[in-house]
């Protein structure tokens, strides 16, 4: 069974940045898409980015676009998402995702594997 492990969440204050990682336990994830979404306290789930791992072609949300990127390194299927001048409203719950599908248009329910999640909090 595929595992996502994310780490590198935690309190920081706004302005400042993070970067979370997450690496998947699987042999084959060539033709994956691996990706983060995130959910602050009492809203819906949405898409944040995604990096395609056969050609490593990357999309941002608007929302983070500018602020946040994406990478992963490339002996590994291990991802990054290094956000910078952080808000308030990135407090979020930060998912690790994957699937063959490209995240971003996907309907939540039918995203193949997704990480326990890995909470960033900004204090203004």
């Known amino acids: 069974q595929v595992q996502l492990r994310e780490s590198g969440g935690g309190l920081v204050q706004a302005g400042n940045s993070l970067r979370l990682s997450c690496t998947a336990s699987a042999r084959n994830f060539d033709n994956y898409y691996m990706g983060w979404f995130r959910q602050a306290p009492g809203k819906e789930r949405t898409f944040v980015a995604s990096v395609k791992l056969s050609d490593d072609s990357t999309v941002i949300a608007d929302s983070v676009k500018g602020r946040f990127t994406i990478s992963r390194e490339n002996t590994a299927y291990t991802i990054y998402l290094q956000m910078n001048n952080l808000r308030p409203e990135d407090t979020a719950l930060y998912y690790c995702?994957?699937?063959?599908?490209?995240?971003?248009?996907?309907?939540?329910?039918?995203?193949?594997?997704w990480g326990q999640g890995t909470p960033v909090t900004v204090s203004s």
């Open positions: 995702v994957a699937d063959k599908g490209t995240l971003w248009t996907m309907f939540l329910r039918y995203i193949e594997f």
